[in-house]
């Protein structure tokens, strides 16, 4: 959704379109790491990933992802004044619930309380999870990509070496073992981070071809 959304609104860089995409699995490691929220290694539980997300309301459910939405857009607007940026932010934002629910068997609450938990379970497919996840990716590369042009060669190669990063990690995340603890998950959680500062990189060396076109 990062790398797609700078076909729409050029304005924000791609760091912060990641920060927006991934915001509640940034929060949630904190959470974790805390003891606010749970998770529990289950081989099986689908057929696409190991993990029990028991309990995580403050950073997942469909309440708290709006209020995030909102929160973030806000926090945008105010820092940059931009009004149309500010709403693609809080959509990319709410955005990771949506693509959740499909993916997530039904562990999403809907609210704090987590009476009612909903997913639709793609994640129970395989074959299906894979071929959809790397359609979506393959598309939003070619967005962005298409949107943006180099200005130096910085600009080529981290852009690249960041679409070759993620592949890899998610052919390790799909063929490696289960982790081997909660702890363990936060932690390797906060190093998303890095692809945060990454975006930026790739972004301070590219320019819109949107931007460029409107002002001519």
Not at 125 to 139: A, M
Not at 208 to 215: F, L, P, R
Request: include cysteine; proline fraction near 6%.
């Amino acid at each position: 959704m990062g790398l797609a959304a700078k076909k729409t609104t050029p304005t924000p860089s791609l760091g912060t379109y990641f920060l927006a995409a991934q915001f509640l699995d940034l929060l949630w490691p904190f959470f974790l790491l805390a003891g606010i929220e749970t998770v529990a290694i289950d081989p099986g539980n689908t057929a696409f990933t190991p993990l029990d997300f028991t309990s995580y309301p403050y950073s997942h459910s469909l309440l708290a992802a709006i209020l995030w939405a909102v929160l973030f857009g806000c926090i945008y607007y105010v820092v940059k004044r931009h009004s149309t940026s500010a709403v693609w932010l809080g959509l990319i934002v709410l955005s990771h619930w949506v693509l959740d629910f499909i993916t997530h068997r039904p562990d999403l609450p809907l609210g704090f309380n987590e009476q009612t938990k909903v997913g639709l379970g793609l994640w129970n497919q395989r074959g299906l999870t894979i071929v959809v996840e790397l359609l979506l990716f393959s598309i939003s590369a070619y967005l962005y990509i298409n949107s943006t042009q180099p200005i130096n060669k910085s600009g080529r190669y981290t852009l690249w070496g960041l679409l070759l990063f993620l592949l890899l990690i998610y052919i390790m995340n799909t063929l490696g073992d289960p982790p081997p603890n909660a702890e363990a998950i936060g932690y390797v959680g906060l190093a998303q981070w890095l692809l945060i500062a990454w975006g930026y990189w790739v972004d301070h060396n590219r320019r819109s071809t949107i931007a460029v076109s409107a002002h001519k």
